[in-house]
């Protein structure tokens, strides 16, 4: 997210956490810490919180705030809460969001909403760069780009299974998982470390949604994992 901001010439960033779960604030300070080490500046932090009913605090305070981007990483409710609130006060800022605002079913009916984006998996609405992507898309009928990460799983457990001579006990699927780098799957390369038990180098798509309509615009390949 912040390579991609950093790529778009945006050099100042609010920044509206959802405290509500543990990857809403990570995907926060991740991007705060990343978006600095470029050079980019955290001109608003504000929270907010799913249940709290506190969003519209949080939207007045952004909206107050001179950005070139507003950051978030929310769902529920709150998305739309959030998105449609600086809407309706006139407030065009670009709003960023990570997977959890993807997708089109938390769109508002009024106002409808552009300058938005969301950095995911894989493109939903098939204009993803890789057709066997497209084509799972189409077969799951695809609301989100999470969905391409069941069958990346797969194709991974079947490296990991190979690597380990057949044998499918967890400690040495583990071990080879941690020796991942860039191994091909569906969703493109992934790698894994001893220290990061989670994917990282796969290159992310990135959603705009433009007059409520849903479009790829891009991919983006994080050159650095942040410490946080």
Known sequence: MAEFAWRKGWRTAAVGTNTALVYFKSVTKA?????????????ANETYATGANNVNTAVTRLNSANADVIVTSTAFGELPALVSGLRSLGNETPILNSWAGDGTYWLPKSPQISNYYAVTFASAFGDDPSRAVNRLARAVKAGTGGFVTGAATID???????????????????AQLERFKKVPTISGFVSFSPQLHTVFGRAYRVIEIKDSKARMVGTVTAKVVPKI
């Open 31 to 43: 991007f705060e810490a990343r978006f600095k080490q470029l050079g980019g500046k955290i001109v």
């Open 156 to 174: 991974g457990l079947v490296v990991a299974i190979k690597r380990a001579k057949g044998s499918t006990n967890g400690a040495r699927l583990a």
